[in-house]
Every structure is written in structure tokens, then in C-alpha cells.
């Protein structure tokens, strides 16, 4: 299903339908199925990523919810390079779906899932820091927390999101923490999926899939239908006749 829609947003494009999202743009969208070096986003910013230190692999999550999905064994890692439309400031949304290899996570203090250089956006678990098996973030100027919110070794969703003064976090769609954030700023530079930006003594292990990069705050309502529909849910659509009818016929399978 997933490659599918996949599919049918590329016609889009090709047809000159909008995919854009007014309030929360979707800039980077990463559902990990084709093969190869690259990993394509199919956000339609292209955010394309490049396996960076070892290759992470695509592997079938045994899940039908799922398909393909990531794996990484804590020496592997994607690089995403710096573009206009990964400068976000103030408003930001993260969401994937996680299912770690073991209670830690990967390795070293905070095995990092999401990283950008400077520590600007660090999304991890905590292997150890404070309380093990617990996702954990960092935003450049804020203090590291862990959030108080286990992570087992099943398929979990989180979602973060910030609006510049705070930061939510939810698992499963249920909000799980509520934090200060510091004052906004914008977000440059590299970003990593897999590892701390500056080597792999903080590294992921386990697996990921539908990892996606907002420019806006997600509210949890969108992130229930996230969970429920995949990221491309969330993308309008402006067409009419045929195209629409073979829209709703694919959402209905």
C-alpha cells in the first residue's frame, strides 16, 4: 500500500496537482522501501538522504502495517544535507514509527535517532542517562530531558512538537510530556538519522519507518490520523474526476 500511494503522489507531480501542506508542510517524509544508496524523500522537497557510515538496510519489518522499514545496528547512519527547506525555526514537528533492538536503544549516553550538527535536534533514547529505555530529546539552548515515557522493544509511533515556547511529546498518539522550550531560533546544518552528528559513540539500534520532518506544529488530532493513515494522508488534494475517484478507491484498500 505504502508504495502505491507513493505512486500516485509522483502522477500528481506529473499532472501538476498540489501537494503542498498550508499550515504544517511536509519536508522531509523518509518511508524507506525502494533499494539502493540513496534514500528518496518523498516529500517533494527532495531531501534525498545517503547512507553516511556503513549501510542501514531495508529489511521487512514483519509487520503488514509496515512493509519494508530501516534497520540500524548501531554503526550505521543517513545523512541529509542542509536545505532551504530543512531551515525551520520556531515551529517543528517530528513523527516515526520506532521499534528499538534492546532496552537501551543503541549506544552511549543518548543512542541518537534524529541528529543535526551543533546539537540542534537530537530525538534519542536514553540508554542510561537518567532512565533507561526512556526517549529522550535535545534542541540547541535547552537542557537535554528524558521525558519519563518508556519505550519498549515493540512498534511504538512518537511524535515531537514544538512552537518555540514548548515542547509535546506523544507516544501512540497519547501526549506523554509537556516541556519549556527555549527561544526560538533557526535550524541549519546537516541531518542525521541514526547517529549524534559527530560520530557513532551515540548510535541507534533497532529499526525505523515513515520518519517525517514538519515546518509547522502537528496537533494531536493530525497525529492520530498519522498513526492511522501514514504521513500521506495528510496531503490534500486538489483534483477532480478520474484522479480523485482513484484516491479514494486506494485509501479504502
Known amino acids: 500500500m505504502k508504495s502505491t500511494v ?5 502522477t500528481f507531480a506529473t499532472l501538476g496537482i498540489s501537494t503542498s501542506v498550508t499550515c504544517q508542510e511536509l519536508v522531509l ?3 524507506f522501501e525502494g533499494a539502493g544508496d540513496t534514500v528518496t524523500d518523498e516529500s517533494g522537497h527532495g531531501n534525498d538522504g545517503a547512507f553516511d557510515n556503513g549501510g542501514a538496510q531495508r529489511v521487512d519489518s514483519l509487520s503488514a502495517r509496515h512493509g519494508n522499514a530501516m534497520r540500524f545496528g548501531s554503526a550505521e547512519r543517513i545523512a541529509i544535507p542542509e536545505s532551504d527547506s530543512l531551515k525551520i525555526d520556531t515551529e517543528i514537528s517530528f513523527v516515526m ?9 543503541g549506544t552511549g549516553t543518548l543512542p541518537r535517532i534524529i541528529s ?3 546539537d540542534q535536534h537530537e530525538l534519542a533514547m536514553d540508554s542510561g542517562h537518567i532512565i533507561r529505555g526512556n526517549f529522550a530529546y535535545y534542541f540547541g539552548g535547552n537542557p537535554g530531558w528524558t521525558t519519563g515515557m518508556p519505550v519498549d522493544m515493540e512498534w511504538r509511533h512518537i511524535a515531537l512538537t514544538s512552537d518555540g515556547s514548548e515542547f509535546k511529546i506523544y507516544l501512540d ?12 531560533k533557526e535550524y541549519t546544518g546537516t541531518v542525521y538519522i541514526g547517529s549524534r552528528h559527530n560520530g557513532m559513540a551515540e548510535a541507534y539500534a ?5 520518519l517525517a520532518i514538519y515546518a509547522g506544529v502537528l496537533d494531536q488530532a493530525t497525529i492520530g490520523q498519522i498513526i492511522d493513515g501514514g504521513v500521506l494522508d495528510q496531503l490534500p488534494v486538489e483534483a477532480s474526476g478520474r484522479l480523485a475517484r482513484v484516491w479514494a478507491n486506494l485509501k479504502k484498500r
Not at 6 to 10: E, G, H, Q, T, W
Not at 206 to 210: A, K, S, T, V, Y
Open 206 to 210: 533497532g529499526l525505523l519507518d515513515e
Open 97 to 105: 514509527w520506532v521499534k528499538i533492538a534492546d532496552e537501551a536503544g
Open 6 to 10: 507513493i505512486r500516485l503522489l509522483a
Open 173 to 184: 498518539g497519547e501526549e506523554a510530556s509537556q516541556l519549556p522550550a527555549a527561544a526560538a
Open 29 to 31: 517524509y523518509f518511508p
Open 116 to 118: 543535526r550538527t551543533g
